[in-house]
């Protein structure tokens, strides 16, 4: 099954997550499919804290991809903060 999950990359104690694409029996930091975004959950100032790319998620759910239960409230939170299209 295809997943989309978050990937730990960075420091001890100063995490930094990869949004991706991943097969479910491959391991958390293992070999992902693609990359969606990031989340920095220590950002500071005009750091960038979440990126993400909203038709790359909608593409895969639209393939059957699972979305885990903490990228899914990244995903909405995105698509709060995100500046409108009609604009």
Known sequence: MVKIRLARGGAKRHPFYHIVVTDSRNRRDGRNIERLGFFNPVARG?????????????????????????????????????PSAEA
């Open 46 to 82: 005009n750091d960038e804290r979440l990126r993400v790319d909203h038709e790359r998620v909608e593409h895969w759910l639209e393939q059957g991809a699972q979305i885990s239960e903490r990228v899914s409230h990244l995903v909405a939170e995105a698509a709060r903060t995100r």
